[in-house]
């Protein structure tokens, strides 16, 4: 496959957490997570969030993000998320299936909540007829590029608590946020009041499996359980753990997620910074992480699949994708933007 901008999924996987996988491939460990592999990734878990946190490895950003909701709700429950997230648009209806709770979703401007948005779904409580607002769902940084300040998110979370509610954050680009940001991981989520989170990395140089951390400890409840019942838990839990353990690894330095994150943010502002002022396009959103979305003519980005795959992500509006990755570099920038300027 071409190398291209259509997800930062499509990338390959860090050399580092390579071999992280072939340092846990010697003798024999213990099965489902009871190896010494996930004791010490563990560990790292609850320094970079918090003592109270603990971690529970999947297979996948669907499963994180289900368990999580999982920890919180019941069937009679609803979750508020805007329109545009993961959990409503891309899963498949997974957390109706498998939690059976209700999704109350929001249209808005730029893929944020905001305190007043969320309002109009908080009524009802206590009727029996209505499905109970339980929790406020946030992805950060959201579907569209954009994302939330700590203050922003804080808000929200206060706003969540104040109505006996949790907050969920959906971090599957997490490493993008916090470096856009300026910030650690424990202030952007611990610190602001988020309840539980899925924390991504395969996005960001892992080669697979996501992470549900479990930051109220009161949602800590029977969810070793519920992992297994969802088909998440992995036999060979230590090869998930030991990339997690190369990806938040402080001790030679920067970690690998901070320098993935800072080279894939870096490359779509330039890719930014290369069409912004080519007649024709149409930047939709800041950049402020690594993806650029634009508006095309429809017979230019259409002939431009021809030679690279992206997402069209509103075709009722000709409104495309494109995604940077950890191993983007300035001729693949160069060789995409003269493919653009050719067909424009």
């Given at each position: 496959?071409?190398?291209?901008?259509?997800?930062?999924?499509?990338?390959?996987?860090?050399?580092?957490?390579?071999?992280?996988?072939?340092?846990?491939?010697?003798?024999?460990?213990?099965?489902?997570?009871?190896?010494?592999?996930?004791?010490?990734?563990?560990?790292?878990?609850?320094?970079?969030?918090?003592?109270?946190?603990?971690?529970?490895?999947?297979?996948?950003?669907?499963?994180?993000?289900?368990?999580?909701?999982?920890?919180?709700?019941?069937?009679?429950?609803?979750?508020?998320?805007?329109?545009?997230?993961?959990?409503?648009?891309?899963?498949?209806g997974?957390?109706?299936?498998?939690?059976g709770?209700r999704?109350?979703?929001?249209?808005?401007?730029?893929?944020?909540?905001?305190?007043?948005?969320?309002?109009?779904?908080?009524?009802?409580f206590?009727?029996?007829?209505?499905?109970?607002?339980?929790?406020?769902?946030?992805?950060?940084?959201?579907?569209?590029?954009?994302l939330?300040?700590?203050?922003?998110?804080?808000?929200?979370?206060?706003?969540?608590?104040?109505?006996?509610?949790y907050l969920?954050?959906?971090?599957?680009?997490?490493?993008?946020?916090?470096?856009?940001?300026?910030?650690?991981?424990?202030?952007?989520?611990?610190?602001?009041?988020?309840?539980?989170?899925?924390?991504?990395?395969?996005?960001?140089?892992?080669?697979?499996?996501?992470?549900?951390?479990?930051?109220?400890?009161?949602?800590?409840?029977?969810?070793?359980?519920?992992?297994?019942?969802?088909?998440?838990?992995?036999?060979?839990?230590?090869?998930?753990?030991?990339?997690?353990?190369?990806?938040?690894?402080?001790?030679?330095?920067?970690?690998?997620?901070?320098r993935?994150?800072?080279?894939?943010?870096?490359?779509?502002?330039?890719?930014?910074?290369?069409?912004?002022?080519?007649?024709?396009?149409?930047?939709?959103?800041?950049?402020?992480?690594?993806?650029?979305?634009?508006?095309?003519?429809?017979?230019?980005?259409?002939?431009?699949q021809?030679?690279?795959?992206?997402?069209?992500?509103?075709?009722?509006?000709?409104?495309?994708?494109w995604m940077?990755?950890?191993?983007?570099?300035?001729?693949?920038?160069?060789?995409?933007?003269?493919?653009?300027?050719?067909?424009l």
């Amino acid at each position: 496959m071409k190398r291209g901008f259509g997800s930062d999924n499509h990338s390959g996987v860090s050399p580092e957490v390579l071999k992280a996988i072939a340092d846990a491939n010697v003798d024999h460990a213990l099965a489902y997570g009871d190896d010494e592999y996930t004791a010490h990734v563990a560990k790292l878990f609850k320094e970079t969030f918090g003592q109270q946190a603990t971690v529970y490895f999947v297979f996948n950003g669907t499963g994180a993000n289900v368990l999580c909701l999982d920890a919180i709700c019941r069937s009679h429950h609803a979750v508020v998320c805007a329109d545009t997230a993961h959990i409503n648009v891309d899963e498949c209806g997974a957390p109706q299936r498998i939690v059976g709770c209700r999704l109350l979703t929001l249209p808005t401007p730029d893929g944020k909540l905001t305190p007043s948005l969320v309002q109009t779904h908080l009524h009802g409580f206590g009727f029996e007829h209505h499905s109970q607002p339980r929790a406020i769902s946030i992805t950060q940084s959201t579907e569209l590029g954009t994302l939330y300040t700590l203050d922003e998110t804080r808000a929200l979370a206060d706003l969540a608590h104040s109505h006996g509610m949790y907050l969920h954050m959906d971090g599957a680009r997490l490493a993008n946020a916090a470096v856009a940001l300026g910030c650690s991981f424990r202030e952007m989520t611990t610190g602001c009041g988020v309840d539980c989170l899925s924390f991504g990395g395969t996005k960001n140089g892992l080669l697979m499996g996501e992470s549900a951390v479990i930051l109220n400890p009161r949602l800590d409840q029977d969810l070793k359980y519920r992992r297994k019942q969802m088909g998440q838990l992995c036999s060979k839990m230590r090869f998930v753990a030991a990339q997690f353990g190369a990806y938040l690894d402080e001790t030679g330095g920067t970690p690998l997620w901070r320098r993935n994150a800072e080279h894939s943010n870096r490359m779509a502002q330039r890719l930014y910074d290369a069409v912004k002022g080519i007649p024709g396009v149409q930047v939709l959103y800041p950049v402020q992480v690594n993806s650029v979305f634009v508006k095309l003519p429809r017979a230019v980005w259409t002939a431009l699949q021809q030679e690279y795959f992206f997402y069209d992500w509103n075709e009722a509006n000709d409104e495309v994708r494109w995604m940077c990755s950890f191993d983007t570099t300035d001729d693949d920038i160069s060789q995409f933007v003269a493919a653009l300027r050719r067909h424009l």
